[in-house]
């Protein structure tokens, strides 16, 4: 299983806010310091001093946190959708199977193209621009000189790399699945999805820019539109295409997402030269009208240096990111030699156990940023505070997921996929290997939370690739010695093996050089939860089996795990969660108390 979310829909990274910058709005107006430049007063000549920034409030992280979720969730739940559509109309057999592999490419390209490598190069580049355009330096327009020196040299090495893939897809298909029986099927797939390099690079080129502007809504519904795409595709030409369908909606998907957010990045560069459209966004950090960056604009504003920095920190993260989708690849190839059907049971029982994950890692989403600010301010203290809070809550939450998804699994996987071509087998099978993922789901997560801190101090890092090296060489160890006797479970064991080895190497590896985290500490904080979640789990493995009817299953199960892991929970004080529930259990007593007077 992918460590992180995959293309369903967290297409962000970044705090949104309403398009235009609300988000940055709401931080200017409960902070009106936090700006990393001093601003002339009433015309001065003079910088007036700049004042320490202040953290961002509760209300504002949360409010972050929950728009984060919403997009996120959106996605997540068009991506689900997508897979249901795919599962009825084809089930799990060798279609799927043939799909599955062709869908490997905008998997790695989503990771590449939207998500990490782009943000890291582009974001930066267009602040730049932004502050330079803002201050009327002379000469050709700094965002329009930036957009035409990348732009159409992106698109040829785009198109060209798509080319290549079109061309190459039998190899491609040899390398990624040597055991299908007829890969033809599969490479008429991946040519298909091949194209997606080229439409998912000119998303990710708008959707980085769109943010350096301080605009988060465009950016942030691509996933919607690419999932709803897809879904419209298969049902129109299922009848004459197959599933080849589903390949031709990636493809035309991926160009949606392009034309989604072509027009608003076209009103947002082709503003006059040297006009000022307010604050915009800077590395996380809000810039002033003047666009000056810090209180050397001229220095903050170098090329050469930045540019250095951003490469190796870019590398690092690239290969990270790569490292880490490769998972799903080692899954693939080793369940390519598995009978028809197994690369798809891998393929569903994933998209639903990651859930947890996905919407447990908007905290950080959210937080990120906080941490990057107090490391740039030397306070690593309040940094390191931030993290191991984070920790912590991000573990409760996926470990309450963790819970449900064992102990409803045969029901959940029965209610959202069996019917047309998905059978009770499929769904048996499906749901025993969604139990063995679910015991990796706080691995990632924990990787997830703790690479964040790693790289928040913009400095390059190898120690994370090496980790994630060291655990998928685990996974592949594993895999090789558990597919035979357990199939697909032993693939996704081997799974959450790697990641945990994962995960207790960046434990391990935080200190002077990152975050300063009390390692210990955490590790004891972590354990409330796990044996919370444990008793849950068991409790809702009771309640589940009461019912036959699935809906009401999952419901019970649901109601019994939260009853168990709240009460253990508000017993060991896992995460803070007596003082985050205070409020709510005062103002109950209080209810409860005014109407016990009213009675007497």
């Not at 003047?290 to 209180?295: K, N, T």
């Not at 063995?436 to 997560?445: D, E, M, R, S």
């Not at 693939?491 to 960046?506: E, M, P, R, S």
């Not at 409020?583 to 108390?593: A, K, W």
């Amino acid at each position: 299983m992918s460590s992180r979310p995959t293309a369903t829909g967290d297409a962000a990274g970044h705090t949104p806010g309403v398009d235009g910058g609300p988000a940055v709005e709401d931080l200017r107006a409960e902070h009106p310091t936090d700006v990393h430049a001093a601003i002339l007063a009433g015309g001065s000549p003079t910088p007036a001093p700049t004042p320490r920034p202040s953290t961002p409030s509760n209300r504002f992280l949360a409010r972050a946190t929950l728009l984060s979720a919403a997009l996120s969730m959106a996605g997540a739940l068009l991506g689900l959708g997508r897979d249901q559509v795919l599962a009825h109309l084809f089930g799990a057999g060798a279609d799927t199977d043939a799909f599955l592999v062709a869908w490997t490419v905008p998997e790695m390209a989503s990771t590449l193209l939207i998500e990490d490598g782009m943000a890291f190069v582009l974001v930066p580049a267009f602040s730049v621009a932004l502050a330079r355009r803002a201050r009327g330096i002379g000469g050709p327009d700094p965002v329009h000189a930036l957009v035409a020196a990348t732009l159409p040299r992106l698109c040829l090495v785009l198109a060209g790399t798509a080319a290549v893939l079109v061309a190459g897809a039998p190899l491609l298909v040899s390398v990624l699945a040597p055991g299908l029986p007829d890969p033809s099927l599969a490479v008429s797939c991946t040519r298909l999805t091949a194209t997606c390099v080229l439409s998912f690079g000119l998303a990710g080129y708008c959707g980085a820019a769109l943010r350096a502007h301080g605009s988060y809504v465009a950016p942030g519904a691509i996933y919607i539109a690419y999932n709803a795409t897809i879904i419209a595709t298969m049902l129109v030409l299922t009848g004459h295409w197959g599933v080849r369908s589903a390949a031709l909606g990636v493809a035309l998907g991926g160009c949606f997402m392009a034309a989604l957010q072509a027009p608003f990045l076209w009103r947002r560069i082709a503003g006059r030269p040297g006009r000022s459209r307010g604050p915009e966004v800077y590395g996380g950090a809000v810039a002033p009208a003047d666009g000056r960056v810090g209180a050397d604009a001229d220095r903050q504003a170098a090329p050469v240096p930045t540019q250095t920095l951003a490469l190796g920190l870019v590398c690092a993260v690239l290969l990270f990111a790569l490292c880490r989708q490769s998972q799903v690849l080692i899954e693939r190839y080793f369940a390519s030699g598995l009978p028809a059907g197994a690369i798809s049971h891998l393929n569903y029982a994933q998209k639903v156990a990651q859930l947890p994950m996905s919407l447990a890692l908007m905290v950080c989403v959210v937080t990120f940023p906080v941490v990057a600010r107090a490391i740039a301010e030397g306070d690593t203290r309040r940094a390191g505070d931030r993290v191991e809070r984070d920790l912590v809550l991000t573990a409760c939450l996926v470990l309450f997921g963790a819970a449900v998804v064992v102990a409803c699994a045969p029901q959940i996987v029965q209610l959202l996929f069996q019917r047309g071509a998905f059978t009770a087998q499929d769904t048996a099978t499906t749901a025993a290997v969604m139990r063995v993922y679910a015991a990796g789901l706080l691995g990632h997560t924990l990787v997830g939370a703790l690479v964040m801190s790693y790289f928040s101090a913009g400095r390059t890092t190898w120690y994370p690739l090496g980790a994630m090296v060291t655990g998928a060489l685990a996974t592949v160890a594993l895999s090789a010695w558990a597919v035979q006797p357990w199939g697909a479970r032993g693939i996704a064991g081997a799974n959450a093996a790697g990641i945990t080895v994962t995960a207790l190497l960046l434990l391990h590896g935080l200190g002077p050089r990152t975050v300063p985290v009390r390692v210990r500490r955490v590790v004891a904080a972590l354990a409330r939860p796990v044996c919370a979640a444990v008793c849950a789990t068991g409790a809702g493995l009771v309640g589940a089996g009461l019912f036959a009817s699935p809906a009401v299953s999952v419901a019970a199960g649901c109601v019994c795990v939260a009853a168990v892991f709240l009460l253990l929970a508000w017993i060991f004080d896992a995460a803070g969660v007596r003082s985050l529930l205070a409020p709510v259990t005062h103002s109950v007593h209080r209810s409860v108390t005014r109407k016990l007077r009213h009675g007497r």
